[in-house]
């Protein structure tokens, strides 16, 4: 279930409208000797949510645009309650003209090897005398890591090539390690409170349970996962668990049910909690009650 390679968070361009403000790259950020400075964290006390962003900082290119690249992900709370799996990729064009409209796929050479990346989401806004191109993408933690911890990185996307300086690649490191940072001894903010589990009639199971947040911040996004092994400890049967809501606030609980095709020779079951396209969300038990 872990995300493996890039991911691309679709395939249409936006043709006239700037993207979302999630995706939209902030000022650009000038090089600076301490790459850590490069990254910002912003707290919005109105969502309950941290931004943290990397850049946009200034790449030498071959194309005219100045083009900047940087990277984003965002987690519940103040404090990073559990790993993010997903950051999003964004690079920068301004110009006087379009120069990437119909050609915003990127290529990679990473120490010198091909890298299947792909097209980029993409979107514009106009802002006199300037066009600005905004591309983006959604890739992995593992992706990421591939960047920053290479010795080369060239980078090509339509006419414009560039690499990446050691600056950008120890900033690359550095969010990198922000996506895992969970501070020693915080909680996890998860608490299965029921589980249970049931053959039926062929090779079904039903599974069923509820799960509260025991944490002070809201959590977006859940998705509880059924796991089946055999006697042997063997993985045989997984399923995504259907939720009554997938938002929970402090102390509020949901139900989450599957029924699917296992195997005749599953023996228990159980459950964990993620996050839409991101990592594994800790949890304890209570079963007790």
């Known amino acids: 279930m872990a995300l493996i390679g890039t991911i691309a968070l679709g395939q249409t361009p936006s043709r006239t409208r700037s993207p979302s403000k999630s995706q939209s790259a902030p000022p650009s950020r000038a090089p600076v000797e301490t790459p850590r400075e490069l990254i910002e964290a912003k707290y919005d006390r109105f969502k309950d949510r941290t931004n943290i962003v990397l ?11 100045r083009l900047e690249i940087g990277a984003t992900f965002a987690h519940d709370g103040k404090v990073l309650l559990y790993p993010e799996d997903s950051i999003l990729l964004f690079i920068v ?16 050479l990473i120490d010198g090897k091909r890298e299947p990346f792909g097209k980029m989401d993409y979107a514009y806004d106009v802002e006199p005398p300037s066009i600005v191109e905004r591309m983006t993408m959604l890739i992995s933690r593992d992706t990421l890591l591939k960047l920053a911890n290479a010795k080369t990185v060239e980078m090509k996307i339509g006419s414009a090539e560039f690499h990446l300086e050691n600056y ?6 550095d969010i990198a390690n922000r996506m895992t940072a969970v501070p020693v001894g ?3 903010p998860l608490e299965l409170t029921a589980f249970a589990f049931q053959k039926r009639g062929g090779d079904y199971v039903q599974a069923s349970g509820d ?28 399923s995504e668990a259907i939720a009554d809501r997938s938002d929970l606030n402090p ?39």
């Open 93 to 108: 064009a301004t110009s006087k003209n379009f120069e990437f409209k119909d050609n915003y796929e990127l290529f990679t």
């Open 211 to 238: 799960v509260k947040n025991v944490s002070s911040t809201v959590i977006r996004s859940i998705t509880a996962i059924i796991k089946c092994q055999s006697a042997e400890g063997a993985v045989i049967a997984e």
């Open 168 to 173: 950008h690649l120890v900033a690359l490191r």
């Open 186 to 188: 915080v909680p996890a």
């Open 251 to 289: 102390q509020e609980s949901t139900n989450f049910t599957a029924t699917f095709l296992g195997d005749r020779n599953i023996k228990t079951c159980d459950v964990y909690f993620k996050k839409f396209l991101s990592g594994v969300i800790p949890h304890t038990k209570n079963l007790n009650h």
């Open 55 to 65: 850049g946009p900082v200034p790449v030498k290119s071959t194309n005219p645009s």
